[in-house]
């Protein structure tokens, strides 16, 4: 392979994916290159792996692609009128990047631009799961040393859990719904914060890693006790878990909604209304990026167990197709080091 070219993993349709020799990028002006030290694989590339994203069907993502959107690395150049100190910072940024111009934009809210690119996922921006990547440098956070590679490429799902757990309010008592990646991120910061946190799931395996973790309130839908819940997450992909959610929390509570679910599903308004509920959706992790590091550098939490396997771009097909194997833990989470070979 020549200087000029590098490794990277592209999707060029549904569940046709593998490693292929393409240009390295070359950053342009306000941009960086990264070279990439990990990357975690989540359920939105999942979904475009299927070819089931949203995004797909209305045209603001198309094949071929290359995917990765939670990820670190360390920048090795940057492109005109980008001051040359980012040069071996090690960083990871936000996947969502606005237009910059726009109302959205200006108020604060890039991560809902109309115009946005987003990267590994929406405007054909090239995502991380490759040996570098092209970002502008207003979107970059840099890691300090306390935030290795591992906990460097959860920065972004984490960002999306503080959020949510922020979202939670005032309560003492929540119930999350949903014990993959988010949900648990979202209980540990909810634990951080003094909740007593209980978590609902329907698999034995993921339940019963979330009580290696601490956490031993773990229900299923036949266990889960007649409690007061002040706040209700739903970080699960269910259709009728909204619903679920909106049934179980109190009164006056509040219900976040952070999982996604493949398709439709429904809320009845009458019940939000005569609850008095407040509702909060969560799209993305850039307005909790930065907590979410400091979060990790602190040691307020350490979300490193969650991470089950570590391994190369020849695996992520069998990652994405749920065939991968070699995992250590039951942890919802696979991270790609593209440096393995």
């Not at 020799?21 to 990264?34: C, L």
């Not at 979330?210 to 036949?222: A, K």
């Not at 006790?225 to 699960?236: G, K, R, Y």
């Not at 219900?255 to 407040?278: C, N």
Request: glycine content about 12%; proline content about 7%.
């Amino acid at each position: 392979m020549t200087a000029d070219m590098m490794r990277a993993y592209v999707l060029t349709g549904p569940r046709e994916g593998a490693v292929r020799e393409v240009p390295v990028p070359v950053a342009g002006p306000g941009e960086a290159v990264i070279a990439v030290e990990r990357v975690g694989v989540c359920g939105t590339d999942v979904e475009f792996y299927t070819g089931d994203m949203a995004y797909l069907h209305q045209g603001h993502a198309r094949y071929p692609m290359r995917l990765g959107h939670e990820w670190c690395g360390v920048v090795t150049a940057t492109g005109p009128g980008t001051p040359t100190e980012w040069i071996g910072q090690r960083v990871t940024g936000d996947t969502m990047l606005g237009d910059g111009t726009c109302r959205r934009c200006r108020r604060g809210h890039q991560h809902v631009c109309e115009n946005r690119q987003e990267i590994g996922i929406r405007g054909g921006r090239d995502g991380a799961l490759a040996e570098q990547m092209a970002v502008p440098v207003r979107f970059l956070h840099r890691l300090p040393d306390e935030v290795d590679a591992t906990l460097g490429a959860l920065v972004e799902p984490g960002g999306n859990a503080f959020r949510a757990a922020r979202a939670t309010g005032p309560g003492d008592r929540v119930l999350v719904i949903g014990p993959g990646t988010i949900g648990l991120l979202t209980a540990m910061f909810l634990r951080a914060a003094g909740a007593e946190v209980h978590l609902l799931g329907r698999q034995p395996a993921s339940l019963g890693f979330s009580r290696t973790l601490g956490f031993t309130d773990t229900w299923t839908q036949d266990t889960l006790p007649d409690l007061p819940f002040d706040a209700v997450v739903d970080a699960s992909n269910g259709t009728r878990m909204p619903a679920r959610a909106l049934d179980l929390v109190e009164p006056a509570g509040r219900v976040v909604y952070v999982g996604l679910a493949g398709e439709p599903s429904t809320v009845d308004t009458r019940t939000l209304a005569l609850k008095d509920v407040t509702a909060v959706g969560i799209l993305s992790a850039s307005p909790g990026l930065a907590d979410t590091i400091t979060a990790y550098a602190t040691g307020l939490i350490d979300p490193s167990p969650l991470v089950a396997a570590t391994t190369g771009l020849e695996s992520v097909s069998q990652v994405l197709a749920g065939t991968f194997t070699d995992r250590r833990t039951n942890g919802p989470k696979i991270q790609i080091d593209p440096r393995i070979s």
